[in-house]
């Protein structure tokens, strides 16, 4: 049974940081793109960041540039997204995503195939 398993979210103070995990279970996913996606209350889910399979490759939505940073670790195969600056609109449910196709990531939430279960990020203001 595969698992994607996030962690480190919680509540911050607008322009403190966090560093959100996602852990695989199940199948490694070393060869795989992933990605992060975030869903606020009442609007649709959408995407953050990708990876590819070994990191040479990111994308990071406009919105978060030059504040969030995805990696990974393969050997942990484990996938992190960094959070620096957080402002109050980054408050969401943000999902660890993993893609079956190897090598490529993507910034479509069609693309990926297997989804964690959500993790709430709370930012006061």
């Known amino acids: 049974q595969v698992q994607l398993v996030e962690s480190g979210g919680g509540l911050v103070q607008a322009g403190g940081s966090l560093r959100l995990s996602c852990t695989a279970s199940?199948?490694?996913?070393?060869?795989?793109?992933m990605g992060w996606f975030r869903q606020a209350l009442g609007k649709e889910r959408e995407f953050v960041a990708a990876?590819?399979?070994?990191?040479?490759?990111?994308n990071h939505a406009d919105s978060v540039k030059g504040r969030f940073s995805i990696s990974r670790d393969n050997a942990k195969n484990t996938v992190y997204l960094q959070m620096n600056s957080l402002k109050p609109e980054d408050a969401a449910v943000y999902y660890c995503?993993?893609?079956?196709?190897?090598?490529?990531?993507?910034?479509?939430?069609?693309?990926?195939?297997?989804w964690g279960q959500g993790i709430l990020v709370t930012v006061s203001s």
């Open positions: 199940g199948r490694t996913f070393s060869r795989n793109g």
């Open positions: 990876i590819n399979w070994n990191g040479g490759w990111t």
């Open positions: 995503a993993a893609r079956s196709v190897y090598y490529s990531s993507s910034v479509k939430r069609e693309d990926y195939d297997y």
